[in-house]
């Protein structure tokens, strides 16, 4: 079972094993459904290197929220799925809410599915410069947070790699949390555009669709680093190997067999193409406005 | 031979007979390269029912410009790209170059691989408006074409069929061709927005990375119609399936079986969902530049 | 007084007489003030040709809807207004609401000040398409109106008179009334993205901020027309000769040497030239968003 | 004469002094002109304190590029604006052009007059990063400069003072040079989206069409700065002033009158309102692009 292909999900990297009813060793799952809005929540904890190495993915909290009606509901529908993400958001951040809380959106503005993070932030309600400028006390009495926010872009338009533009803002500014806002991909087109992903473990090396990126978390930047993430595409590699190795197992090939094919495949033109919906572009800024209603309700108005 | 997947070029549809050396009855195909600058032009001429049949698209010439290069070369090579097409649209307008034209752009402004048509129209040097005002002598001094452009929108914008916009405009400001671009489908990845197809058929129903259009041609509309249309997506049902048909044939299964497989692909959860390049937006802003460059140079001041 | 400067707005037209409370012969004007919501509705009722000449407006009924707390209030003030705006459309157009009804957005959507009409067009909840498909029943079960709608662009981007793209547009598909939505110039910095003003006089040739527009009004049309129209611009040689004149007014200038100076600021570069606030793209898109919440509620789902 | 308006041009600052041929104590002002292109730069050198105090700007350099002809002229206008502009480049950048050089676009993406920076930023041809990956060798084969970029946005999008963003960047990407890139308000309609002043002071405090942004200069960042202005609004009080007090004084008003007056205009609603010509965001487009241009040529590409 090792033709399985890199996916940005902890919850897909778990339904990938066959054994579905089985623990794996080192990674509990548990599942809370809210029947009303149709919206699911499922927590991967990885607890040590057993985990970690099953997964591949780093020990830490994985809570994933769907709410596969997203993209298609009307508009009174973003209120409970942003609450159901904020109220994920405060069991990781806990006390850092009161605290200054710096949002970074990662991601290309110019590259529709990778525009999450910029879309994100746009829609923050700052609120540092206001505190710095008329003190606690304003703070207190509007019961604000302490809220500073950046799309720095991403390597290509920079010039540097995020991580530096990240560390040097943290060493001016001195936030205590960072939340990282980023674009993922999925294995499931049915997941794009509807899904949440939050982890304490920030965002790993090669994760997330554009490439390169230097790790963000907790011992790269000194302090605690919180990542939500949203699939929004599907690697179109990812796509045409998992429809032909179901295919295939169902016909009875070979594990081997069908490994080679994947491995064919991925080496055919389809690098950096992607299977999107036709509605991308309304449809991440959907999820963006969602994704910002939580991240403001949480860190700006903290209760 | 069925399991073939719609493509809106016609070179696709010719290519995906196997006796590639063998005249189909009633198609004409002629190609030419031209070396230095890497562009190719293939030519299909749907003469007879016969062809049609075979081909499933109507009785006309289909002119296929390839410039692979489009995406990744400098900008200098806007001009060769944009100079064949024009040399192209030019066989099939004839005279109509100098007499009124208006250029409709298909798609939607909101969805980056659907607003080609729109992004085209923004680019036109359009010109009668001030051959209203200033008269025909100022024409001739200028030599300039006549004219007009629109972007209508989609019908779910509008609560319009294209066909009835396009209808009235005409009845009330008597254009004699009419230039419909449009963004298409095809089977190939490395044709996505580095191939524009002409045709003199106009757009047939179903045609178009959107649906349900009535056809735009010369029995519906009355006067003469050129469809200029680049490929910017390909249906993500279609690249599953034509990957998968291929090592099926590869690895020895039968016709039936292929077709059966490719059968229920279709029937998945990937319908409305596309494949396309990561810089998507860029690529389709390029390829419009490219070809609003063609019809300025050949109907807004035409030789 | 003949210095008086354009403005689109008949409410400024009559404040411009100095009488404020004396009647000016053929012209009634009614106010309503909302003071929960601070919105101010005022009527003004051109009779005949006296009030007509003094008014330099078309006979008919031009009602104002004045929010000046727009621009800074929360979302949710958004509503309050698109109720009372909808609440006046619907003394003008009567019975129309549930007949066809084509909302037409004038301006260039590249021009940020006039592209109001464009974006209220993005907004609108189309159904005519709806109701051809699946029958009046449907129509009946879902209390729906009857709503098409279309952004023509600019002549200086269609080469065509906006006129002639709505004949044929009405031509084809028969609608009973149309309500035309622009940006418009407003002599009061006050009123810029705050102010509706509705009328049943249709667009006067010269109106808007564009230039050059043939009328569209019942005569030209031959159907029934509502105008609505937003205060987006002051023209530059407006706000210095209105800043000035009553100055001038003030330190005891002669009316004469007034008239002279305001004919002197109109020669100069000022041509071309606007104010607008700092935010005209947030405020623009936010009083659009308004105007087609009052027009879906008005037209797309009638009473 | 105390009623001057502030501009951020140092050129018009000098304007403003009566005595057009004598000579500032303090302040040395030399021209040329392209008679050709109808180019003027214009160089004012401040060399004293008696100069900055007259001039209200510190101690520096200030050349201003004048191309009046750049919104109307064609395409190929750009070149050789855009040459004279990498030309003084140089003459204040001098050998840092082969150094680390970090452009920063200030300003507001989201406000049309405010978008220089940003839109600058999306035009660079950033090399840091692959400097980075490929080594000294290759930046000499190809003859690149080392160029990163960043628009931090401003601070009421992101809490932050852009001079705590530009610093905690510096600090980890160690630029030997900073490019700031910005809007800025002018007193002359004329000048608007025509013209580029350069300087080595940096952006002084209250600068810029935004507000409250700290000093950006060699004193507060450690490094060498080059400031890049474009002039895209004049305030609406300032215009009002200038053609009134040029009204008063061909009238024989006395200065303290005049400046009475200008004082009561200050007062006025007139507050963040702003002239721009009718086709800002694409005059906005055209001037990025030349000056993004000129940068890549000097710093880049470097000769």
Chains 1, 2, 3, 4 share one sequence.
Request: contains cysteine.
């Amino acid at each position: 079972m090792d033709y399985r292909i890199r996916t940005d999900l902890a919850l897909e990297a778990r339904e990938s094993f066959p054994e579905d009813d089985v623990e794996i060793k080192g990674v509990i799952l548990t599942e809370e459904f809210d029947e009303e809005n149709k919206i699911r929540v499922s927590t991967v904890v990885i607890k040590d290197e057993r985990g970690a190495k099953a997964m591949q993915k780093p020990i830490g909290t994985y809570i994933t929220i769907e709410a596969p009606e997203l993209t298609e509901a009307d508009e009174d529908y973003n209120q409970p799925v942003s609450d159901i993400i904020a109220e994920n958001l405060l069991k990781l951040a806990g006390d850092y809410t009161k605290d200054e809380v710096l949002i970074v959106g990662l991601g290309n503005r110019e590259v529709t599915p990778d525009a999450l993070g910029p879309y994100v932030v746009d829609n923050m309600f700052v609120t540092r410069h206001l505190i710095k400028e008329y003190g606690n006390e304003f703070k207190a009495r509007n019961r604000l947070g302490n809220v500073s926010a950046i799309s720095p872009g991403v390597m290509g338009q920079t010039g540097m790699e995020t991580s530096e533009i990240i560390k040097g803002i943290i060493d001016e500014t001195h936030p205590k949390l960072i939340v990282v806002v980023d674009a993922l991909a999925s294995r499931s087109i049915n997941r794009l555009n509807t899904t949440v992903q939050l982890t304490d473990t920030g965002i790993s090396p090669g994760s997330g669709i554009g490439n390169n990126r230097k790790a963000l978390n907790e011992e790269t930047l000194g302090i605690k680093v919180i990542a939500l993430g949203v699939p929004t595409v599907v690697d179109a590699v990812t796509i045409v190997a998992d429809t032909l190795s179901q295919y295939m197992e169902k016909t009875g090939f070979e594990e081997n067999e069908i490994n080679q094919f994947v491995y064919e495949i991925r080496n055919q033109a389809m690098n950096n193409m992607f299977v999107t919906p036709k509605n991308i572009d309304e449809a991440v800024k959907r999820i963006s406005y969602t994704v910002s209603e939580a991240l403001n309700s949480c860190f700006a108005q903290p209760v």
